[in-house]
């Protein structure tokens, strides 16, 4: 492929779509990249029409009007530098009409990543807003190919449009995700039995409680609503970047729990925890078997007394952690970071 340039449009995800962007550019690639968020006018429109449904008529042609604003930038963007392709995160934000200009008028092909459910109900901070929320179902027939973090959907998406699909698991940033050095009091502040870094779901929470006997950490956003349904003080606060590495690299064992929506696949702490050098013990998602040697590389729980009897074990079997951390990190590098899976993207692309 002789053109270099590709246009990328994502949300910002905790950093997720930088890291992909640096995976493009590691490959040969120049990244045009363009942040499909949604501005404080639209999202405060929304939650008013999900509040309020009957002001949807007249929000509506608002919202409308900020994401046609939206997709003129896309358009532009791809006429200025008129990329090889396109890979487009999610597809909220983007019209069919725009991908159907930039495929047919411009001819650029049209890549979707699906890092969640790619059909939910109810879409974060969207659910009110009309146009976010269909977007991308109504596009199904005009992407030229539509990669999925879990294989769960791969059937469902043929079945309601898609013409290629393929399951592309999430990966780590291995530029990013690193084995920190730290000093013996750095170590101490971050160290734990067991810590958890994620945002709280009502099956996290479970699984958090039923650790309570254990010294145990929990850091990121909105757990604070959350107090009056934990057992234990185990929130510990708000964790990003270099501090997350390094409550990964001095607790014992870094606690993976999967959201709900994954069925076939798995979030990308899987990859980022060992990717780190740290130990991890994950819930058992269908399909984890082939993407590490389950007991040698990762540990997996089934159930909470499952679980808590693994992290008693490997609290005391230090060599035995250290072994599967080692084996973990080589299997991330080997497979499972983003300059892996962006090659897989760009040889579809081609």
Known sequence: MKNKKMLMISTDYYGIERSIARAFARNGFEPVFINARMDSLERLLSKFSRVFPKTKRICNPFIRAALQKENRQYISKARIHSPAFAFIVKGDAVFPETLRYLRGELG????SYQWDNPFP????????????????????NDYDHIFIFDDHYTEELREKGGKKVSYLPLAADDELFQHLDMSEDERAKWSFDVCFVGMPYDNRIEILNALSGFHLGVFGDYWERYRDKMVGDYYRGKASGETVRKIYGASKIVLNINHPQSRHGVNARTFEIPCCGAFEIVNHVHGLEDLFAVGKEIVCYKSEEELKSLVTYYLAHDEEREAIVAKGHQRVMREHTWFNRVKDVIGFAG
């Open 108 to 111: 650029i092909p049209c890549l």
């Open 121 to 140: 109900t109810y879409i974060g901070t969207a659910g009110g807003n009309d146009y976010r929320d269909v977007n991308f179902r109504n596009s199904l």
